[in-house]
Nanobody, 122 residues
């Protein structure tokens, strides 16, 4: 299981850091990701991080503002969101795939957390 947190109601331009805490038996290889889903829209890929934490891939439309990272010593993953915009409003989900290869397709991930709501007011 995974547990995302850190969401809330913030004003445009604010900073947010979303932690994701996986639990259960770890497996390798793996890649961890963030997706988001806005009301009435499909789930959208945001960013992925490799098992080592050294490789990251961020969606083009947020890569200048969002940063994904992981701390394997603490068994945690994070999404740093800078200068948030109203269009960032969504439920943010963390997920993990039993593979070293990231994917932007949500159906290729094996485990998901329940998500955390981020609402950005203008």
């Amino acid at each position: 299981q995974l547990q995302a947190s850190g969401g809330g109601l913030v004003q445009a331009g604010a900073f947010l850091r979303l932690p994701c805490a996986p639990s259960g038996r770890p497996f390798s290889p793996n890649v961890m990701v963030w997706f988001r889903q806005a009301p009435g829209k499909e789930r959208e890929f945001v960013a992925a991080v490799s098992e080592s934490g050294l490789g990251t891939y961020t969606a083009q439309h947020v890569k200048d503002r969002f940063t994904i990272s992981r701390d394997n010593a603490k068994n945690m993953m994070y999404l740093q969101m800078n200068a948030v915009k109203p269009e960032d409003t969504a439920v943010y989900y963390c997920a993990v795939r039993k593979s070293a290869i990231p994917s932007i397709r949500p159906d290729e991930y094996d485990y998901w957390g329940p998500g955390t709501q981020v609402t950005v007011s203008s």
